[in-house]
């Protein structure tokens, strides 16, 4: 099979089904059935200016992404471009690409939480004390750059439209496991996906539960690679240094702003990559 070298034009005009934003009223309606059920059931579940908080975050972030459409696609493309082979386009094309794309996916989420530098592009994602859908709109500006982990699976040969689909799919599943009023779900189910069970562990600062459960949509990765810890005692939410601030920016840049701190006082090139490399 001849592959077909494409450009950002070419892929521009080709256009990709905007699966988040069509999805976007749907995950509205259930923000507000989720904070009525609250409500009936006399719990706690969203406090106004953390819910204002996320909505902003979340609404930047889909600005940012349009800005720097075009430069995504060409991070793509070069790599697409590199390699002379290419995946046909085809239904199990889609799925072998969805998987591909959950492996890296556990990586780039792991490596967010061993490193500062990227945990800083994740710590935003991590900082309510409040476990509701609207967490999951809670994604840090910088967390673009983190296109680099996905370079396995342009290489692949995966077309990008084909990526940018499976792409979507992925990053709109991980709305509905940030909820309470889901419990645990039959074992088969519970034992293949990421469930809002095995979520509400990875968002917890319980000492049992750090780190732990960095799937996204398989858990079976976590499973794998020994980071799997099952739902037990009740989680407790946000970061081991919370953050006490409903101001987006803040929410944003403060541990960018604090590994700036530290790296003026570092020196030495060796503390400096310490700093940035090092656990969180």
């Known amino acids: 099979m001849v592959k077909e070298y494409l450009t950002v034009e070419q892929l521009d005009q080709i256009g990709l089904p905007p699966i ?87 990586w780039a989420h792991r490596i967010a939480h061993e490193q500062r530098f990227w945990w800083a592009t994740h710590v935003t994602h991590h900082s309510s004390k409040q476990y509701n859908f609207s967490v999951s709109f809670r994604l840090g500006w910088t967390q673009h750059i983190k296109i680099i982990f996905f370079i396995p699976a342009f290489l692949a040969g995966f077309h990008p439209v084909v990526f940018f689909i499976c792409h979507q799919i992925e990053v709109l599943y991980q709305f509905w496991i940030h909820t309470e009023f889901i419990r645990k779900l039959p074992k088969p189910i519970e034992y293949i996906f990421v469930t809002p069970s095995h979520h509400r562990v990875h968002h917890a600062i319980n000492d049992k539960y750090l780190d732990k459960n960095y799937g996204s949509t398989l858990v079976i990765w976590d499973r794998i690679f020994g980071t799997f810890q099952p739902e037990e005692e009740r989680p407790i939410y946000g970061i081991t240094k919370p953050v006490n601030s409903f101001n987006p920016v803040y929410l944003v840049f403060h541990e960018w702003m604090d590994i700036f701190k530290d790296i003026s006082k570092a020196g030495s090139l060796k503390k400096t990559f310490k700093i940035l490399f090092g656990r969180p």
């Open 20 to 106: 988040i934003p069509y999805a976007a009223p749907v995950m509205f309606a259930l923000v507000l059935g989720e904070w009525a059920l609250g409500l009936y059931k006399k719990r706690n579940v969203y406090h106004n200016k953390d819910f204002w908080a996320a909505t902003a975050i979340g609404l930047t972030n889909v600005i940012i992404s349009a800005l720097i459409k075009v430069a995504t696609f060409g991070f793509a493309l070069f790599f697409y471009n590199l390699v002379p082979w290419t995946v046909p386009s085809k239904w199990w094309s889609y799925v072998l690409c969805l998987i591909v794309i959950d492996f890296c996916r556990y």
